[in-house]
């Protein structure tokens, strides 16, 4: 089949992870009739340094530790997969830690979860017995030495941590880490994860989907496909003297400020300037770009510091991100009558969103305007609210009461001068937005008393 003499033009993004069995038989699913999605699964559970651990056994070449932390009393823990921080899966073994034979395997109970690390990732001896908090430490990204990079420390010398990552001791400390290392937040690694299956399905309500699909006359050919993000925000770079912006670059050229997106980059679908598409930006393929082999570049004439950029693309690693997406239902109306229904239905249903946000966003425009916001953008943002009904004196009908500014200035004053007073006032203000959120419930529920 030729996929070129078909015409695209129709998406639906859908921002939302799903997870399956290795077989497929029990899997989340996504209604976008409804927009909700029913979990059967709950995924990549973090296992990090905040949460309480200790030591179980001291095997040879490898210690098991556990956490009681996380408790899944009421979820099925035959159906659960675990990954270690380098993203390999680790092996399921029974539930009792005795049974453990190697490294990299991990047993999950109703009450417990236990990993078994090699004390070469651990950098703890085979002797050595790792206390609470170096364990924590572990599990925060930090690999424990005795003062020379690679010799794991055995109770002697001195206790030094370095980042999972590192090749020396350059960036070590010797005081036992209490924050997550740099080999995570690089990206370069992640916490250990574990997903397992629900023994109760949850359904749950997704926002941020964008699109619809609309048939054509004669045949039609719907792809699904995994990985997609969604406008993901993004701070474009500027290279230092050809002065372009660059998106996603990195490593690519020592001009350029690394940009990456949060995930590599197989495709660029789409770059948005403050919700708009900017075809300005171009797509460059190189293959020394280290977040994906594309980057998107744009001359600093078309480009604006001022705005805010979004990038929709699809991830590289989607294998890492949600299971395959392979089985979709289609329905649609086959009867004109149907079709016209439908079709009213939405349009009045868009013109009613549509009215109440733009109602809602002309009472915030006449809030900021009292608060003295920027004059250039609340007169673009007026001439907006103006063109779509709402008069130009309505919008300028607002002005904050007296009380409120010497309420303000009040609470100012008591912040500069006082703690104690500080904390009073503040208490006071959560109890009169406690009453508020009382008074408006009481209003609501007022016809049926």
Request: charged share 20%; aromatic share 10%.
């Amino acid at each position: 089949m030729d996929l070129r003499a078909f015409e695209i033009q129709d998406y639906i993004y859908i921002p939302i992870k799903l997870a399956s069995s290795n077989d497929g038989s029990v899997r989340d699913s996504f209604d976008i009739k409804t927009g909700e999605c029913t979990r059967r699964w709950q995924t990549d559970v973090a296992f990090d340094g905040s949460l309480t651990w200790a030591l179980s056994t001291n095997f040879s070449g490898f210690k098991s530790v556990f956490t009681t932390s996380i408790v899944h009393a009421r979820d099925v823990l035959t159906q659960a997969f675990a990954l270690k921080f380098d993203g390999s899966i680790l092996s399921k073994v029974s539930t009792l830690a005795a049974n453990m034979t190697a490294a990299n395997q991990f047993i999950t109970s109703a009450t417990s979860t236990v990993f078994s690390v090699a004390n070469t990732e651990s950098g703890w001896g085979e002797n050595y017995s790792p206390t609470a908090v170096e364990i924590k430490a572990f599990f925060y990204g930090w690999k424990m030495n005795d003062g020379n990079y690679g010799q794991p420390y055995n109770g002697s010398g001195v206790k030094t941590w370095v980042p999972w990552n590192a090749q020396d001791n350059s960036e070590s400390v010797v005081i036992v880490p209490t924050i997550t290392s740099k080999a995570i937040t690089s990206g370069g690694s992640d916490y250990y994860r574990l997903s397992y299956q629900l023994t109760k399905t949850v359904t749950e309500t997704v926002e941020g989907f964008e699109g619809a699909i609309g048939l054509h006359d004669g045949g039609n050919t719907i792809e699904l496909l995994e990985g997609m993000i969604v406008r993901e925000k993004i701070v474009p770079k500027q290279h230092s003297t050809n002065l372009n912006w660059y998106i996603n670059e990195k490593g690519a050229s020592s001009n350029v400020p690394d940009c990456p997106l949060q995930y590599r980059l197989d495709q660029p679908i789409a770059i948005y300037r403050n919700g708009i598409k900017d075809d300005g930006w171009v797509w460059k393929n190189d293959v020394n770009n280290q977040n994906g082999n594309q980057y998107a570049s744009i001359p600093n004439a078309q480009f604006d510091p001022t705005a805010e950029y979004t990038v929709t693309y699809i991830a590289l690693d989607r294998h890492k991100m949600t299971t395959n997406a392979v089985e979709a239902t289609a329905s649609y109306n086959t009867n004109q009558k149907t079709v016209v229904d439908s079709l009213v239905q939405k349009v009045t249903d868009v013109e009613t969103t549509t009215g109440v946000n733009v109602n809602a966003i002309a009472e915030l425009y006449k809030r900021v305007k009292a608060l003295g916001a920027d004059p250039m953008d609340m007169t673009t943002l007026r001439e907006w609210l103006i063109q779509r009904g709402v008069s130009a004196q309505e919008l300028d009908s607002f002005s904050e009461p007296p009380v409120l500014a010497d309420l303000g200035q009040t609470i100012l004053l008591v912040l500069q001068n006082g703690e104690a007073s500080a904390e009073l006032i503040m208490m006071l203000v959560a109890q009169v937005s406690a009453l508020e959120a009382r008074v408006a419930a009481l209003e609501g529920g007022g016809a049926n008393a």
